[in-house]
């Protein structure tokens, strides 16, 4: 039977973002403990495979696969068949063979993950699929939010910087409109996409002064890597100017995130990064958790269901 995936934040309603963060809270209560590693998912095989460039996604997905006790097979693109010229569609089938149960899947082109999901019984984990999605990112950033600031129902989160070129923009509007927050975009007209607003129904300035109605502050990178010749803006020097995110810039009690990596000078000041009023090295920290949470719920299933129930008891018990 073909397992449920998780390809795009919208994949998921409110209750099932209610409840991986419910179990991403249990799992974090095993890695206060001096055995961080649990047996609910011994026996099933994930595979993780990233094929574009990856430290924080790549190395949280194997820790979290392996604090549940799965086994688990990283496949890098370098060094892999792809590099001969192998179809994605070839290699998930070969991969298919060894009877996997999960796949976590990055790639530069939007929409591979959907075209791997059609060639595997086993459920697919979108770990980031060009400038298309990351729903994992959106979940531990609403994650973050919840534990560190508060209820997300009725904040306001302004995204600030490069909509256009970000996947973490993407699943990270959708996901907190779902939640409840009210979601803004701040940034220059040529980084943002020109359905925006209509699909995904943030408003958007091009006034970074409007980021002092926001409770939390989310800088997006700038990814020069995917703007080719010429970028997007004049210069990154000018873009620093107008757009980059400094203490000066806001308010008391506003809350800072970023995904990283950061381009520090540019869409963000070394100072804010540091301070540790940030949420930045939390975002980083609660990844594990909550993609523990997220292969626990695909592969164990709802927390309702009786084998559910019984493997999150044994969590808690152990």
Do not use: W
């Not at 961080?36 to 190395?59: D, H, I, M, Q, Y």
């Amino acid at each position: 039977m073909k397992r449920r995936s998780l390809i795009a934040i919208t994949d998921l309603d409110r209750a099932d973002v209610a409840r991986i963060l419910r179990t991403a809270n249990r799992f974090s209560e095993v890695m206060g403990r001096d055995i961080k590693k649990v047996p609910t998912l011994r026996g099933r095989t994930v595979v993780n495979l990233f094929l574009e460039a990856s430290t924080r996604t790549s190395t949280s997905f194997e820790l979290a696969a392996k604090r549940l006790s799965a086994d688990v097979v990283s496949i890098k693109g370098s060094g892999s068949s792809l590099e001969k010229g192998e179809s994605l569609k070839d290699t998930v089938l070969t991969l298919e063979a060894y009877g996997p149960d999960v796949f976590v899947m990055r790639h530069p082109h939007v929409g591979a993950c959907r075209i791997a999901a059609k060639h595997t019984q086993a459920a697919v984990v979108n770990a980031g699929d060009g400038k298309g999605e990351h729903p994992t990112q959106a979940l531990l950033d609403l994650y973050t939010v919840e534990r560190e600031v508060g209820p997300i129902d009725g904040l306001h989160v302004a995204f600030v910087g490069d909509v256009l070129h970000s996947r973490v923009a993407r699943s990270g509007i959708a996901g907190f409109r779902m939640m409840g927050a009210d979601v803004s975009v701040v940034a220059p007209p040529t980084l943002v996409p020109r359905d925006l607003e209509d699909a995904l129904g943030a408003s958007v300035s091009a006034d970074i002064r409007d980021i002092a109605d926001a409770d939390v502050v989310y800088v997006l990178r700038m990814q020069m890597e995917r703007m080719g010749r010429g970028g997007h803006v004049p210069s990154l020097r000018e873009y620093a100017a107008r757009f980059g995110v400094s203490h000066e810039r806001l308010r008391p009690g506003q809350r800072v995130m970023h995904a990283g990596p950061m381009n520090r000078g540019v869409e963000i000041t070394s100072a804010l990064a540091d301070d540790p009023q940030a949420l930045i090295e939390r975002q980083a920290a609660n990844g594990l958790v909550v993609r523990m949470a997220v292969l626990y719920d695909l592969l164990a299933g709802p927390e309702d269901a009786p084998a559910a129930r019984e493997a999150l008891a044994s969590v808690t018990a152990a």
